[in-house]
C-alpha cells in the first residue's frame, strides 16, 4: 500500500476504535449481560459503544451465547447488511465448541466457520467487565489494524457459503410470513 | 368448595369408572381413554378445572405408547389434576381440545411439532419452532441429537498444536 | 385491495425483547394482523435434559429462562423432592424464598425498565438497571455467580448464606424503598406515560382466562389469583402479604401491579429474614455418589409463581440415573402466541414494542 | 465591491466552522449532561467528532439515484440556511437575511431528506418520513402565528434588524410577549425532534426512521446536516426572541442556555405517539399564539 494510504488507514483505524457502534441484537442468552454493561454501573457509551437499531449503522455484531440454526441464517443476513469495517464478538463457549449444548440438533457448534469471529469472550455468559475489557481489547487490536474479519470473509467468501450451506440447507428462507 | 375427590367422584358417576393416583395432596392422576377425554375434560372444566397448564407429550417406546397430559389446574383451591389418556405410537391421533381451552391451539401445535401426534380438528399444525426440519419429530426417543450434531455442525478438533497453542509464548 | 404492507417486527430489532419475530400486517399506521413466529433459541432443551443425570441438569437449568433463572431450579428441586420423597429442611425452604424473591424484584426492576425502553424514556432504564445490578451483587455474595446461580439443589440449598448478608439484603431492601417515590414521579405520574399505554392492549378477564394469561396480566383484570396464595410453596403460608389486583386490565394497569408486587416482595423478605431459623441447609439426598442418583418412578407437575405468571415443570421419571421426560411450561407461551394474534390486531405500529413489553413477553420460554 | 465580496465569503465559512464545531461539541456536551441525569459518566464531549469522522471512514451502500441526490440536497440546503442566521456580531448577509428566506431554504433541507429516505425503500423509513411530515404541521403552524406576531410588531422581518431593534431598545421579544415565547420554545423542541416529539426517529418502534438504510457516509453527512440543522433552528429562536447579541460569544451562551434546558426537558419525558404529539400543539400551543397576536395586534400596535 502506498505510503499516504497507510497514514490514513492509521487515522481511520484510531476513529474506529474510538467510536464503535453495536448492533442491537441479542442472539443467545449472553444479552441479559448487555443492559447492566449499557447503563449506569458499567456504561459502554463512555468508551464510545452504544447501541445501533439498524445493520447499516452498526460496526459491531455480537454473538452472544449459542447460536441456533433458525438464528444463524438472520444472523448471516445482519452481518451481510452491515458495512464493511465490520467486526463480531462471540460470547462464552458456545460459541467456540458448541458449549453446554454441545450435543443439542439446533445449535452450531464452531462459530469460525459461519461468520469471521474477531474477538471471543470467556465465560459462560461473559460478566460486564469481560464485556467491557474484551471491548478495549477489541478497540485495541482494530487500532493497531489487525481485526480484518471483514476482509477475510471477502476473500474466502465460498469457503463460507460452503459451509453455511452445508449446515443450514438453505441460507434464505423463501416464504418467511409461511403463507 | 367442594374438594378434588368429591369433584373426581361425581365425573365418575357421569362418565364412568377410571382410576386416580395420588401425587401429592394438592395433585393426583387420572388415566383416561381417548374416546371419553373430550367429554371427561368438559365436565372437569365446568367443575371448576378452568385453567389448561400445559398439554405434554411423553413417548413410552417400549410399550409403543405416546401418553398424552393434559395439565388442568383450579385457581380457588389451588389443586392441579393430571388427565392422562395414550395413544398407539404408529398411527398417534387423538382428537382436539380447542373448543374447550381456545389456547390448546398452540400447545397442541407445538406437541404435534416434537411428536408427530396429530390433534384431529386443529387447523394449522404448521411447523412453529423448528424451521425447515426433515428429521422425524425431534422429542421421539429413536432420535439421537448427539449423531445429528456430529454431522451436521462440525466442531473445533483440538489437535496437537492446541497443547502449543495454550503453553505457548503468546498467552 | 386496500394498501396492506407486509413488516417485521423481527428477530433483530430494538423493540424486541430477546428474539423472536412478529410478523405485522399493516394498513396505514395500524396492525390489521399480527402473527408470532418463535424458534429463534430454541436448543431442544428438553431432548438435553433427558440425555443428562438428575444431577447434572443443574447446569443446564437456569439457561432456560435469562431474565429470571432461579424460577428454574426452585421448581425442578421441588419436582424432584415429591419424586424422591425428600423432605427439605426448614431453614432452607426460608432461604429459597429469599432467592425467589430478590430474583422477582430484579425482573420486576427489569421490566420497569423496559417499559422506559420502549417509550423512550431511558432515565428510568438507567436507574431501574443500576438498581437491579445491586441485586446481582448479593446474588454474587450468595451463590458465587451473577445471573445463573445453581444454588437450589433437590433437597434443600448448596451452602448455607453467608456472614452478615442478612443486614447488606436489609440496607438494600430499605434504599430501594428510599428511591420508590423517584420511580413513582418518574414513571407512575409521568402523564406521557400514562397517556400512551392507557387503554393499550386492554384484556378483559373473559379473554385473560380464555387465552390463559397467568401472573399481572391476570391480576390486573381483578382477579386475585396468585400460586403463592392459591398452591402456597416453601413458606409462602407463613408469611403475610397481600395480591395487589387492578380492574382496568391494560398496560398501565399491569406495570403499576408490577411496582405494587415489588413492594409486596420487599414486605415478604423483611418477615423471611425475621422469622429464618437455625438448622441444616441441605437433606442428604442418596447413599453413593449424586451422579448416580436413581429417582423413584413417577410423573408430577409442580408450579411457582415467577415474576411474569405460572412457571412450571411436569417431570416423569422411570426410575433410571437420567428423567425420562422434562416439559416447560413457561408463563409467556399463551400470551406471547395466542395473545399476540389475538390481542395485537387494532394497535399502533408505535405501540406494538410497547404491548410486547407489558404483556411479559419472553421468547426462551415458548422455544426452550 | 470586490472587498465587501470577499469579506462576506471569509465570513460565511467562519460562520460554518462556528457553526459546526459549536453545535457538535454541545451536542457531546449534552450527551455527558443526559448521562449524568441518567446516573453515569457518558461519553468524552468530542466523541460527537469522533462519530462523524468515523462514519466518513465506513463503505457505504448507496439505493439509486434519488438516495444519494437527497443527501446532496439535503445537506446543501441545511448548509445555505445557516448563511442567513446573524451569530452575534458575524452577520454574513446583515441587511438581506429574511427569516422567510430561512424557512424556505429550511424547508428544501428536510424535504431533501425526505425524498432520500422514501428513495431508499425501507418500509420503516417512509413510516417515519410520514411521521416528521405530520409532526412538522403540528409544531408549523403555532410557530409561524407567533412569528408574524413579532413581525407585525416591529414591522421588519429582517433578522439582523430584528436583533438591532431588540438590543437598541434594550428589551428582548421575550419580555414584550411572553406567551409568544413559551410558544416558540414549545415548537422549537419539536423542531429539533427532541424527545417529547422525537416519534419520527423512534428506535423502539420503527428502527431509527428515516436513517434506517444510510451507512457509513452518507450517515455522516446526515449527522452534520443535523448539526447545522440544529444551529439554525436555536440561532432562530435566540435572534428572534433573546435578541441575538451584540458579540458572537453572547449569541453563544444564549444558544447554550436554550440548548442545555430543552436537552434537561426531554432528558425526563418520554415519546407521544404522532396523533397525539398533533393533538399537543394544535390544543394549547396554537390557543396561546392566537391569544398572543390578538394582544400584539389590537393592545401594542405597531411600533
Known amino acids: 500500500m502506498s505510503n499516504e494510504h497507510k497514514a490514513w488507514e492509521r487515522v481511520a483505524n484510531m476513529l474506529r476504535s474510538r467510536s464503535l457502534w453495536m448492533l442491537y441484537y441479542c442472539t443467545g442468552c449472553g444479552a441479559i449481560e448487555l443492559p447492566p454493561t449499557m ?26 451465547g449459542y447460536l441456533s440454526t433458525k438464528t444463524l441464517r438472520r444472523v448471516i443476513y445482519s452481518y451481510e447488511q452491515m458495512q464493511s469495517p465490520k467486526y463480531i464478538v462471540g460470547f462464552g463457549s458456545c460459541t467456540l465448541n458448541g458449549g453446554i449444548y454441545y450435543d443439542s440438533y439446533a445449535t452450531i457448534n464452531k462459530l469460525d466457520l459461519y461468520v469471521p469471529v474477531d474477538l471471543y469472550l470467556a465465560g459462560c455468559m461473559p460478566r460486564p467487565e469481560a464485556i467491557v475489557s474484551g471491548f478495549t481489547a477489541l478497540m485495541s487490536k482494530i487500532d493497531k489494524g489487525e481485526a480484518n474479519g471483514w476482509k477475510e470473509y471477502q476473500e474466502k467468501n465460498d469457503w463460507f457459503k460452503r459451509n453455511q450451506i452445508e449446515a443450514l440447507g438453505e441460507v434464505y428462507v423463501h416464504d418467511e410470513f409461511h403463507e | 368448595m367442594n374438594s378434588m375427590n368429591e369433584i373426581l367422584k361425581e365425573v365418575m358417576a357421569i362418565s364412568g369408572e377410571f382410576s386416580v393416583k395420588e401425587v401429592t395432596a394438592r395433585e393426583s392422576i387420572i388415566f383416561v381413554e381417548t374416546s371419553r377425554l373430550n367429554a371427561i375434560l368438559e365436565i372437569l372444566k365446568r367443575k371448576g378445572f378452568s385453567h389448561l397448564s400445559l398439554i405434554t407429550g411423553v413417548d413410552r417406546i417400549e410399550d409403543g405408547v405416546f401418553e398424552v397430559f393434559y395439565t388442568l389446574f383450579r385457581w380457588e383451591t389451588g389443586e392441579a389434576l393430571l388427565v392422562k389418556s395414550s395413544v398407539s405410537r404408529d398411527a398417534p391421533v387423538i382428537t382436539t381440545v380447542m373448543h374447550l381451552w381456545p389456547t390448546a391451539r398452540f400447545y397442541e401445535r407445538d406437541v404435534h411439532e416434537f411428536f408427530g401426534i396429530v390433534f384431529d380438528g386443529n387447523p394449522d399444525l404448521k411447523p412453529l419452532i423448528l424451521e425447515n426440519w426433515k428429521e422425524i419429530p425431534p422429542m421421539r426417543k429413536d432420535f439421537d441429537p448427539q449423531k445429528y450434531s456430529n454431522e451436521h455442525f462440525p466442531d473445533r478438533h483440538y489437535g496437537s498444536e492446541f497443547l502449543v497453542e495454550g503453553g505457548g509464548e503468546n498467552e | 385491495m386496500s394498501k396492506e404492507v407486509k413488516l417485521f417486527l423481527g428477530p433483530n430489532h430494538p423493540g424486541m425483547h430477546g428474539n423472536s419475530s412478529v410478523h405485522l400486517y399493516v394498513e396505514g399506521d395500524t396492525v390489521v394482523r399480527a402473527r408470532l413466529v418463535p424458534g429463534f433459541l430454541h436448543r431442544g432443551f428438553e431432548k438435553l435434559m433427558e440425555r443428562r443425570g438428575w444431577m447434572q441438569n443443574l447446569a443446564l437449568i437456569p439457561r432456560i429462562c435469562v431474565p429470571e433463572p432461579d424460577i428454574n431450579e426452585a421448581v425442578y428441586a421441588m419436582a424432584v423432592e415429591v419424586l424422591s420423597g425428600t423432605e427439605v429442611p426448614e431453614r432452607a425452604q426460608w432461604i429459597r424464598m429469599i432467592i425467589l424473591e430478590l430474583a422477582r424484584i430484579a425482573s420486576h426492576l427489569m421490566a420497569l425498565g423496559g417499559v422506559g425502553g420502549s417509550t423512550g424514556l431511558y432515565t428510568i432504564s438507567h436507574w431501574t438497571l443500576a438498581d437491579r ?27 448455607d448464606l453467608p456472614e452478615g448478608i442478612e443486614s447488606e439484603i436489609v440496607e438494600f431492601l430499605d434504599y430501594i424503598e428510599s428511591r420508590s417515590d423517584e ?54 403460608d407463613s408469611v403475610v402479604f397481600d395480591v395487589p389486583t387492578a380492574t382496568e386490565g391494560d398496560a398501565f394497569a399491569r406495570f403499576t401491579l408490577k411496582y405494587y408486587e415489588m413492594k409486596q416482595s420487599i414486605r415478604i423478605l423483611r418477615q423471611v429474614i425475621e422469622k429464618m431459623p437455625e438448622g441444616p441447609v441441605n437433606a442428604k439426598i442418596s447413599s453413593g455418589s449424586a451422579l448416580r442418583w436413581r429417582v423413584p418412578e413417577g410423573t408430577v407437575y409442580t408450579h411457582i409463581e415467577s415474576s411474569r405468571g405460572e412457571y412450571g415443570y411436569f417431570v416423569v421419571s422411570d426410575g433410571g440415573e437420567k428423567p425420562y421426560r422434562i416439559n416447560v411450561r413457561g408463563a409467556s407461551f399463551p400470551q406471547g402466541l395466542y395473545g399476540v394474534e389475538k390481542l395485537l390486531a387494532g394497535t399502533r405500529i408505535e405501540d406494538v414494542a410497547l404491548w410486547l413489553t407489558t404483556m411479559d413477553f419472553c421468547p426462551p420460554e415458548i422455544d426452550r | 465591491m470586490f472587498m465587501n465580496i470577499v469579506i462576506t465569503i471569509l465570513s460565511g465559512i467562519a460562520l460554518l466552522v462556528v457553526a459546526f464545531i459549536f453545535t457538535v461539541t454541545l451536542e457531546g456536551i449534552a450527551r455527558k449532561i443526559e448521562a449524568r441525569i441518567q446516573r453515569r459518566y457518558g461519553p468524552p464531549f468530542w466523541q460527537n467528532f469522533i462519530d462523524i469522522f468515523k462514519s466518513l471512514t465506513k463503505y457505504s451502500i448507496s439505493h439509486g439515484f434519488i438516495f444519494d441526490f437527497g443527501i446532496l440536497m439535503a445537506l446543501g440546503g441545511t448548509i445555505a440556511t445557516v448563511f442567513f442566521i446573524p451569530a452575534g456580531s458575524l452577520a454574513v448577509f446583515p441587511g438581506i437575511d429574511n427569516v422567510f428566506v430561512v424557512i424556505y431554504l429550511l424547508a428544501i433541507g428536510l424535504l431533501g431528506m425526505a425524498m432520500s429516505a422514501v428513495g431508499s425503500g425501507n418500509p420503516n423509513a417512509s413510516i417515519g418520513i410520514g411521521r416528521a411530515l405530520a409532526q412538522m404541521l403540528g409544531y408549523e403552524l403555532p410557530f409561524m402565528i407567533v412569528i408574524l406576531g413579532v413581525f407585525f410588531h416591529h414591522g421588519t422581518s429582517s433578522l439582523s434588524d430584528l436583533v438591532s431593534i431588540q438590543i437598541a431598545q434594550g428589551a428582548y421579544n421575550v419580555w414584550l410577549m411572553p406567551i409568544g415565547g413559551v410558544v416558540a420554545f414549545v415548537s422549537l423542541i419539536g423542531m429539533l425532534g427532541k424527545k417529547p416529539f422525537d416519534t419520527f426517529i423512534a428506535p423502539a418502534e420503527i428502527a ?49 442556555i436554550v440548548y442545555f434546558s430543552i436537552v434537561i426537558i426531554s432528558a425526563t419525558i418520554p415519546r407521544f405517539r404522532v396523533e397525539q404529539a398533533i393533538k399537543f400543539y394544535w390544543k394549547w400551543p396554537l390557543i396561546l399564539s392566537f391569544v398572543q397576536v390578538i394582544i400584539v395586534v389590537f393592545v401594542m400596535g405597531r411600533r
Open chain 4, 208 to 256: 431509527s426512521g428515516p436513517l434506517v438504510e444510510y451507512s457509513g457516509k452518507y450517515l455522516g453527512m446526515l449527522m452534520i446536516q443535523h448539526a447545522f440543522a440544529t444551529f439554525i433552528e436555536i440561532g432562530l429562536f435566540v435572534n428572534l426572541f433573546l435578541g441575538g447579541g451584540r458579540t458572537l460569544w453572547e449569541f453563544l451562551l444564549k444558544f447554550l
Open chain 3, 183 to 236: 420511580f413513582e414521579n418518574l414513571l407512575l405520574k409521568n402523564r406521557i406515560i400514562r397517556t400512551r399505554t392507557e387503554g393499550l392492549a386492554l384484556l378483559t378477564r373473559e379473554e385473560a382466562l380464555e387465552i390463559g394469561v397467568t401472573g399481572v396480566g391476570l391480576r390486573a383484570t381483578g382477579l386475585p389469583y396468585d400460586i403463592r396464595k392459591s398452591d402456597p410453596y416453601a413458606k409462602y
Open chain 1, 39 to 64: 447503563t449506569s454501573r458499567f456504561d459502554m457509551e463512555r468508551l464510545g459503544i452504544g447501541p445501533m437499531a439498524t445493520p447499516r449503522q452498526a460496526d459491531i455484531l455480537l454473538i452472544t
Open chain 3, 133 to 159: 445490578d445491586r441485586i446481582l451483587d448479593i446474588f454474587e455474595k450468595i451463590t458465587g455467580a451473577r445471573i445463573y446461580h445453581m444454588y437450589i439443589v433437590p433437597g434443600g440449598v448448596r451452602k
